[in-house]
C-alpha cells in the first residue's frame, strides 16, 4: 500500500504536513513542534527514520539519518555559535568515527567517539 498525501494535521499546537498510511506518518513529511522546533524528513511507522533535518529555535540543526525516532548513522549537528560535529552517531549519541569543529572552524576533536564523549588516542 503506498502512503497517501494529507494537506496537515494539528494537535497540541503541533503540525504534521506530509504522508500517511494507515494512520501513520509514512514517507516525506514535516513535523513542526509547539516550541517552533521542526523535522523535514523521512518517516517510517510514525518515527524519523532515515534521512532528515532537524531545527531548534535557537540555530541548532542536525542533519543526518535517523532510526526509530534517533540520530542513528551519519550526521552533521551545527550549534547556535557555528561549532559542528561531523560523524557517527547511536542512540542519539555520538558514537564511532567523527570530528568536532570549533566556531572558528578549526578541528577540536577527531577520532573516536563513545557514549557521546571524544576517546582519546592511547
Given amino acids: 500500500m ?13 503540525i504534521y504536513r506530509g504522508e500517511w498510511l494507515n494512520d501513520k506518518f509514512e514517507g516525506r513529511g514535516t513535523y513542526t513542534y509547539r516550541n517552533n ?14 534521512k532528515g533535518t532537524f531545527s531548534w529555535p535557537d540555530g541548532a540543526s542536525y542533519t543526518g539519518e535517523y532510526k526509530e ?6 550526521g552533521t549537528f551545527t550549534y547556535p555559535n557555528g ?12 558514537h564511532g568515527q567523527g570530528i568536532e569543529y570549533g566556531p572558528d572552524g578549526k578541528v577540536r576533536y577527531s577520532g573516536t567517539w563513545e557514549n557521546d564523549r571524544f576517546v582519546p588516542k592511547r
Fill in 37 to 50: 522546533s521542526k523535522y523535514v524528513g523521512e518517516f517510517r511507522n510514525g518515527q524519523r527514520n532515515g
Fill in 69 to 74: 525516532d534517533l540520530r542513528s548513522g551519519r
Fill in 83 to 94: 561549532a559542528k560535529y561531523v560523524g557517527e552517531y547511536r542512540n542519539d549519541r555520538r
Fill in 2 to 14: 503506498r502512503p497517501r498525501s494529507t494537506a496537515g494535521c494539528g494537535w497540541s499546537g503541533a
